[in-house]
């Protein structure tokens, strides 16, 4: 169910390379990598979900309200994470190029199956 999700994202996405659901502790649940992808999407994964803490934390101190989506654009890649719950969250990697909107879209709409199973 995890993997089905994660491929649409990426294959409907222009430029989707990979996707992984994470945990805010750095463990994958699942992860998928397009056609022949070398990008280790774990790694990436992992250094982000310490960012994400601390995004977490700021925008509870700031009285913003829960942080649901952050996008980060580098030079040869950009992630589009979208925050599930208190344990979880999902990301997709765009080359450059690719379709960002299109990856928030099919990200935000297939986070409740993800949240669905998660339980």
Same mark, same amino acid.
């Given at each position: 169910m995890f993997r089905e999700v994660l491929q649409q994202v990426v @294959?409907?996405? @222009? %430029? %989707?390379v #990979? #996707?992984?659901l994470m945990g805010y502790d750095g463990i994958p649940v699942e992860q998928y990598l397009a056609g022949d992808g070398t990008l280790n999407v774990e790694s990436v %994964?992992? @250094?982000? &979900? $310490? $960012?994400? &803490?601390?995004i977490r934390k700021a925008a509870e101190m700031l009285e913003a309200g829960a942080a649901r989506e952050v996008t980060i654009a580098a030079e040869n890649m950009t992630t589009v994470i979208r925050l599930l719950n208190d344990e979880y969250f999902v990301a997709v990697t765009v080359a450059? %190029?690719?379709?960002?909107g299109k990856a928030r879209y099919l990200l935000r709409t297939g986070s409740g199956k993800l949240v669905d199973a998660l339980g």
């Open positions: @294959e409907g996405t @222009e %430029g %989707g #990979a #996707a992984i %994964g992992m @250094e982000f &979900s $310490v $960012v994400l &803490s601390q450059p %190029g690719g379709n960002t």
